[in-house]
């Protein structure tokens, strides 16, 4: 499967954004879906992730109560909606697919669960 992430870009504290992660050459229900997110100078931390069929989403503390991670199956396309963005929230975000769909649970809140992973998309939060 082939992973496209876009809708990042610049924004003031406070805004909102959605980004999007589009799949190809695989239906996505094969796969349970992950966000993360690297910062400069930083390591790979996880955001969000979603089982195959939209059940169960984890969420980083840093980010629960703000950020939102759904899926539509029909569209081959996972989202992760960030409202009330902090400066903190800047980074590279990527999406991640995990084929071992049966196996969703604390594993699918570290990269090692994943085996797919798309290009990264920026997301700039200036305060």
């Known amino acids: 499967v082939q992973l496209q992430a876009s809708g990042g870009g610049l924004v003031q504290a406070g805004d909102s954004l959605r980004l999007s992660c589009a799949a190809s050459?695989?239906?996505?229900?094969?796969?349970?879906m992950g966000w993360f997110r690297q910062a400069p100078g930083k390591e790979r931390e996880f955001v969000a992730t979603i089982t195959w069929s939209g059940d169960s989403p984890l969420y980083a503390d840093s980010v629960k109560g703000r950020f939102a991670i759904s899926r539509d199956n029909a569209k081959n396309t996972v989202y992760l909606q960030m409202n009330s963005l902090k400066s903190e929230d800047t980074a590279v975000y990527y999406c991640a697919a995990d084929s071992r769909r049966l196996r969703f649970s604390s594993r699918n809140t570290y990269s090692s669960a994943y085996d797919y992973w798309g290009q990264g998309t920026q997301v700039t939060v200036s305060s």
């Open positions: 050459g695989r239906t996505l229900t094969t796969y349970n």
